[in-house]
């Protein structure tokens, strides 16, 4: 079965850390860049973090420097490491693989992905 799983979500007080990981089954992110998009009802999916195949690793604004994005090569997986949490960030988030191996500048582009998980809430209490 083809499938991008992420796990690692629930719920967190402001202020703490979750991370997020995801894999592939059926399919492989070598090659490819990995994104990470997140989601609120009634709002359009929002690119947070992209790391590309060969290393670069690009990022949100709004995130102002709390999110870390990895790859374990080993594992093929992918991490994002969520820091200093605010209840802004409570959503949906979902992976992605990328149709090639580089991330586009601009992360909130869902069309060039090409595989994506089933999604992972994220809840922040204040």
């Known amino acids: 079965q083809v499938q991008v799983v992420e796990s690692g979500g629930g719920l967190v007080q402001a202020g703490g850390s979750l991370r997020l990981s995801c894999t592939a089954s059926?399919?492989?992110?070598?090659?490819?860049?990995v994104g990470w998009f997140r989601q609120v009802s009634g709002k359009e999916r929002e690119g947070v973090s992209c790391?590309?195949?060969?290393?670069?690793?690009y990022y949100a604004d709004s995130l102002q420097g709390r999110f870390i994005i990895s790859r374990d090569l080993a594992n093929h997986a992918v991490h994002l490491q969520m820091n200093t949490l605010k209840p802004e960030d409570k959503a949906t988030y979902y992976c992605?693989?990328?149709?090639?191996?580089?991330?586009?500048?601009?992360?909130?582009?869902?069309?060039?992905?090409?595989?994506w998980g089933q999604g992972n809430q994220v809840t922040i209490s204040s």
């Open positions: 059926g399919l492989t992110f070598d090659s490819h860049a």
């Open positions: 992605a693989r990328a149709f090639d191996m580089r991330c586009s500048v601009s992360l909130s582009q869902p069309h060039r992905y090409d595989y």
């Open positions: 790391i590309s195949w060969t290393g670069p690793t």
